[in-house]
């Protein structure tokens, strides 16, 4: 898809604690539907609706799964905390994020080693795309901005339908905070350990989001007002609608004026261009 090696990583940084440390969407499975599309880029396409229906449904699969096995696809639910208002004495001194995030992380890679490099078998469709919630996000971004992340918008329909069509973080959020990451996220194995703490850490900080300094405080900013636009972060809430397939997403963005409102809202107000 034309991404280096470490690209995707950087870009999807944000998404981090249920997006931007919002408590929605888990990042593991945020992370995880953007590998399976990753692993299919070679094997569907815009040319074959088939087997495009067919990584959508994988991507359900793989939410529904992980829904089954931990209890929700939701950070805050899963971990008892709401990352938007933290207490660190629960997330740390208490141990949650080893006991509740990090010890979910092995069996989901397990689940892609198992399912990910599958070849993937078409699907009778009505004509699938890919690129439904966050794709037109991304392409008026660059459009706008002249970011130019084609690569970003080809494996961003993993994040349609609240990622991996479960109803979590809306999908055209998603797409603004994944665009954001690609020019002020950060790869872990760059700056290492401690100070990939400490950037998370002060992701909390009020006086880094009052002045919109990094990736974080900006990413916050954006996620707190989509809330008090739409009132929620969750696609099933806009929405109102839960998806069995891509059809049914499909019919949802084609018919619902909030989902167009929101793809609207987000690409307008996604970064400045001297931001990304």
Known sequence: MGLGDRDLIKAACPLAGGGVNQGSTCGVVTGACLGLVLAASGDAGPEDPGRTAALYERLRDFTAWFRGGFGSTLCRERIGVD??????????????????????????????????????????????????????VLEAIRERTGHADEGLERVSMALDGGIGLSGGLCGALAGAILALGSSMGYDPREIGLLSTLSATAASQSKRKIRAREDVWGIGITMARAFRREFGSLECRDISGRAFAGVDDLADCVGTSEVCARAIRWCSENAPRSDVL
């Open 83 to 136: 990352l938007a208002n933290p207490r660190l004495v629960d997330n740390l001194l208490m141990g949650r994020m080893l006991t509740r995030c990090m010890s979910h992380i092995g069996p989901a890679a397990e689940y892609l080693a198992t399912h990910a490099a599958a070849p993937l078998t078409a699907r009778e469709t009505a004509g699938a795309r890919a690129g439904y919630c966050a794709e037109p």
